[in-house]
């Protein structure tokens, strides 16, 4: 039987380098409990590069990447993740447009006077009205699209106010905002490109928020001191980059991977959960597309992560983590 195969120990190995997730979520995200000025220089390069703890950190999560990619590419999916996925991708559209107006009502019963995260403060009055505007809207396919140019005006006011680099880590509204264009305005026919886009920009936020966590140290430790308990008593940096590095494996699973794809959403989504607890609403309403996107892209197939082989995919997520820090610190410079 199918089930058969998944066996104890092969499951461990699966999940093993998620599990070690645990810290990720626990600090929520840092621009929104600390104070965090991307003006400054960020951590150079050649401090990490040199670094023996980011070196070996870096080394080990190749190792998590080759394990878990040769796992699951061996693994049979079971038929009852078959069904999940057929019927994900027939409730795709209504889920994510009822998740998306939850989330803008929200923002507004909880007397958050912001554009679209909680830090993303804004005193105009126009911005209750789009939040309202996008949760009509979305709530019926036809206008949806309407929607996601709306929720693009918002990152576009964000930008201005805030600035791009800033903005870069909200992609995944973008994503969002694309996911609902394209349901809306071809009713159906670009389900499976939609999702794409939106897995692509959910993990672009993720990897844009672990390089900050090597980039920007300063910020975490301000939550540390609030939050000591965070740490586990581990020393802050070994602690800080390893989680970053396990949320660059996560995300990049959730491209790459097949079954660890949606273990990285399980694991994402349970630690999103339990961040509540220490941040409390804010942190709840604030994370609630990045978990709305999760649970659609759990419940449905990831076509590219079946199509890659164990070595292109270290070669892969060498190269993702080479460009994606080269094009942080490049823009860093440009933008800032």
């Not at 795709?92 to 995260?117: K, M, P």
């Not at 609630?288 to 449905?300: G, R």
Request: net charge neutral; charged share 10%.
């Amino acid at each position: 039987m199918i089930l058969e195969k998944f066996r104890p120990a092969t499951l461990a190995a699966l999940m093993l380098p998620l599990i070690a997730a645990l810290p990720l979520s626990a600090h929520g995200h840092v621009k929104w409990f600390s104070e965090y000025d991307v003006k400054t220089s960020p951590l150079a390069l050649s401090e990490l590069a040199t670094s023996t703890l980011f070196l070996t950190l870096f080394a080990a999560s190749l190792i998590a990447v080759l394990i878990v990619i040769a796992i699951d590419r061996r693994l049979t999916m079971p038929s009852g993740i078959a069904r999940l996925e057929y019927a994900g991708e027939r409730y795709a559209s209504r889920f994510v447009r009822a998740a998306t107006a939850v989330f803008f009502v929200s923002l507004q019963l909880a007397g958050l006077d912001v554009l679209l995260t909680p830090e993303l403060a804004s005193a105009s009055a126009l911005v209750p009205v789009l939040h309202y505007a996008i949760a009509a809207l979305v709530l019926f396919e036809a206008t949806a699209w309407l929607g996601g140019v709306l929720i693009v005006v918002l990152y576009a006011m964000g930008a201005s106010q805030y600035g791009m680099f800033h903005m870069l880590d909200y992609v995944i509204f973008i994503g969002i905002a694309a996911f609902l264009v394209l349901v809306s305005l071809f009713r159906g026919q670009h389900v499976e490109r939609a999702l794409a886009i939106l897995r692509l920009s959910t993990a672009f936020s993720l990897l844009w928020g672990a390089i900050e966590k090597f980039a920007y140290p300063d910020g975490f430790h301000q939550l540390f001191d609030a939050y000591p308990y965070l740490t586990f008593g581990l020393d802050r940096t070994f602690f800080l980059w390893s989680a970053g590095f396990v949320e660059f494996v996560c995300a990049y699973l959730l491209v790459a991977g097949r079954l660890s794809a949606k273990g990285s959403c399980v694991v994402l989504l349970f630690f999103f959960g339990i961040a509540v607890i220490p941040f409390g609403m804010v942190d709840a309403i604030g994370h609630c597309m990045f978990a709305a996107s999760l649970i659609a892209l759990l419940c449905t197939p990831n076509r590219t992560g079946a199509t890659l082989r164990t070595f292109r995919s270290i070669g892969r997520f060498v190269g993702s983590m080479v460009v994606m820090f080269g094009t942080y610190y490049t823009l860093q410079t440009a933008l800032v």
